[in-house]
């Protein structure tokens, strides 16, 4: 019986080594020969096919862990529910402001708006204002004085619009009127207007061209390229500002505005 054992160690030897699989060691040959005394009756099968022995997980295993791996190691991105919060309002505030939404590298889908009114206006000022929101295709520049470039996205004739007080941190926008979602493809730009009747109905965002405590923050102190607020997916341009009577009354190009508020939007087209 020892004998049989000493040659079927020998022949374990002299297999090459696999995946998982070594020859067995000389200090454990004294353990193995142990496990073969009183195994007359095994099959000659059990050292025939060592691949089936190897000690790592079956094929099928392995396979359904890489793929586990997979989708843990890079989570789907969410397709619904995005907001992009602009930076706070300065003291400016006006009849309204175009601005222009420009997509990076992805098709996105804007579904609505939230801005704030003035926060020097009483408590029951601006409670009663004829709200507009309207949109174009492409940018403002140029179209701000042509009123069959733009179509009517949203009204309320007595919308309620909330002050907004300077330097609040915990500020509350209020959503604008808005209808269907506004398709902005990926690398192109999308023009807005937001409109009131009153004279100082929106609150706005101003470049600080003088010293200031801001000073530090470049984003209150220049506009690159015109861009006030850039996310993830698009940035945010400044405009013009508009007059009492809208596409009849523009400010010049030194009191642009930028839009302050929150832009909510998707990254899938509506179902």
Known sequence: MVYMALVVAAVLCALPATEGFSPMAASTLHAGLSR????????????????????????GLRMAEGEATKETKAPKEKLEGWELWTRARTT???????????????????????????????????????MRVFTTEGTAVGKELDSSAWSLAGEDTEFKLPRVEVGDSTTEYTS??????????????????????????????RKLNFHTRLDSDPTFKEWEDGVTDEGMHFNLVAGLVPGKDLFKDISTANNARAFVGVVEYDLKAPE
């Open 36 to 59: 073969f005394n009183g195994m007359a009756s095994a099959k000659a099968s059990s050292c025939v096919a060592p691949a089936q022995r190897i000690g790592s997980a079956p094929f």
């Open 176 to 205: 604008l009127p808005f209808g269907d979602p506004i398709k902005v493809p990926a690398g192109s730009t999308r023009a807005f207007c937001v409109h009131t009747d009153k004279q100082r109905g929106v609150a706005l965002r």
């Open 92 to 130: 400016n505030a006006n009849w309204g402001v175009f601005f222009e939404i420009v997509a990076k590298d992805k098709d996105i889908w804007v579904t609505g708006l939230r801005a704030g009114g003035h926060s020097f206006s009483s408590w029951d000022e601006y409670t009663r204002l004829h």
